[in-house]
């Protein structure tokens, strides 16, 4: 129950931010176009900053050791949910567009943005990094074939270039420098490592602010009506997690290998799926709808699979 609790605690005040960024766009004290730029800072500073921050203060020999332990995971969990995902949104939709939205939502929780804030503050920094290990092969799926095939149009015939750049990405190369920092005790002046946590910082309100101007621009009774948004929001939030835990239970694995796959799986449905069709002037609405729908019910969703998780490991 205390960790119910201390989940909820935080849903809670991740959902202020939510709020925040939401009436801020609502009442138009911020540009349209803020969500955009606000975004580009997240990716390229505040998240890369929290990440490197949290690399250079706690990866060690020890940490090295264990890590490729968590890509192993990581990558087999991305390998049964894309397979898993493209199944569930065959049966839900015929429509190809649609169907390649929910193809991501499923494959794709909101790992990132959604699971950095949580996990970070309900389990703290030295599972964070952990975690942050874990979902590098979550990030080159999508880099990879993700964001190209589903999410772009015409994006099967983006060049290999492009997608290796894609990539490499400010987040990936500050895991990689972090880990570097960190494990060769490289001295980092007191002053840039207070600046870094401090732009680190920034990371947890920022990417809930953006989930709360993203949700402004939904037609909420509109997405309310879409049946289908809350199957596969309840796949996502509830079915995908009760397997991961099932498939993991009997599994002689250490704790946190198994907290991070489910930390993961239990994440509400990604914002690229407005993100990426948006920039390109294609429909989002329904991607808007479960991506709203989803955020929402993972308030309770999430601490009830955090403490069932608790519970059995």
Same mark, same amino acid.
Request: positive net charge.
């Given at each position: 129950?205390?960790?119910?609790?201390?989940? =909820?605690?935080?849903?809670? !005040?991740?959902?202020?931010?939510?709020?925040?960024?939401?009436?801020?766009?609502?009442?138009?004290?911020?540009?349209?176009?803020?969500?955009?730029?606000?975004?580009?800072?997240?990716?390229?500073?505040?998240?890369?900053?929290?990440?490197?921050?949290?690399?250079?203060?706690?990866?060690?020999?020890?940490?090295?050791?264990?890590?490729?332990?968590?890509?192993?995971?990581?990558?087999?969990?991305?390998?049964?949910?894309?397979?898993?995902?493209?199944?569930?949104?065959?049966?839900?939709?015929?429509?190809?567009?649609?169907?390649?939205?929910?193809?991501?939502?499923?494959?794709?929780? %909101?790992?990132?943005?959604?699971?950095?804030?949580?996990?970070?503050?309900?389990?703290?920094?030295?599972?964070?990094?952990?975690?942050?290990?874990?979902?590098?092969?979550?990030?080159?799926?999508?880099?990879?074939?993700?964001?190209?095939?589903?999410?772009?149009?015409?994006?099967?015939?983006?060049?290999?270039?492009?997608?290796?750049?894609?990539?490499?990405?400010?987040?990936?190369?500050?895991?990689?420098?972090?880990?570097?920092?960190?494990?060769?005790?490289?001295?980092?002046?007191?002053?840039? %490592?207070?600046?870094?946590?401090?732009?680190?910082? +920034?990371?947890?309100?920022?990417?809930?602010?953006?989930?709360?101007?993203?949700?402004?621009?939904?037609?909420?009774?509109?997405?309310?009506? %879409?049946?289908?948004?809350?199957?596969?929001?309840?796949?996502?939030?509830?079915?995908?997690?009760?397997?991961?835990?099932?498939?993991?239970?009997?599994?002689?694995?250490?704790?946190?290998?198994? !907290? +991070?796959?489910? +930390?993961?799986?239990?994440?509400?449905?990604?914002?690229?799926?407005?993100?990426?069709?948006?920039?390109?002037?294609?429909?989002?609405?329904?991607?808007?709808?479960?991506?709203?729908?989803?955020?929402? =019910?993972? +308030?309770?969703?999430?601490?009830?699979?955090?403490?069932?998780?608790?519970? !059995?490991?």
């Amino acid at each position: 129950m205390q960790v119910f609790l201390s989940t =909820l605690e935080q849903m809670a !005040l991740l959902f202020i931010f939510v709020m925040v960024g939401y009436i801020l766009m609502k009442l138009r004290v911020v540009p349209e176009n803020s969500g955009a730029v606000l975004s580009k800072l997240e990716n390229n500073l505040f998240t890369p900053a929290s990440i490197l921050s949290t690399f250079i203060t706690g990866f060690t020999v020890a940490s090295l050791s264990s890590a490729w332990q968590f890509v192993l995971l990581g990558t087999v969990v991305t390998a049964i949910g894309i397979p898993v995902a493209l199944f569930v949104a065959r049966l839900v939709t015929r429509d190809s567009y649609i169907r390649k939205i929910y193809t991501y939502g499923l494959a794709f929780s %909101n790992f990132g943005f959604m699971g950095n804030a949580v996990v970070q503050n309900v389990y703290g920094d030295t599972v964070y990094m952990k975690y942050l290990i874990f979902v590098i092969p979550f990030w080159v799926a999508i880099y990879g074939w993700g964001v190209p095939a589903l999410l772009m149009p015409g994006g099967e015939d983006v060049s290999v270039k492009q997608r290796m750049k894609n990539i490499l990405n400010p987040m990936l190369i500050a895991t990689v420098l972090g880990m570097i920092i960190g494990i060769s005790g490289i001295p980092v002046p007191g002053f840039i %490592n207070r600046a870094i946590s401090t732009l680190g910082a +920034c990371m947890s309100p920022l990417a809930m602010i953006l989930t709360g101007m993203a949700i402004a621009k939904i037609d909420i009774k509109e997405s309310f009506k %879409n049946g289908k948004a809350y199957i596969i929001s309840a796949v996502r939030l509830i079915a995908l997690p009760l397997v991961f835990i099932a498939l993991l239970y009997p599994i002689p694995m250490a704790y946190e290998l198994k !907290l +991070c796959a489910v +930390c993961a799986v239990s994440m509400p449905l990604g914002l690229s799926t407005i993100v990426v069709p948006g920039g390109y002037g294609l429909d989002t609405r329904v991607a808007s709808g479960m991506t709203m729908i989803s955020h929402l =019910l993972s +308030c309770i969703t999430i601490p009830l699979i955090f403490m069932l998780f608790e519970f !059995l490991f």
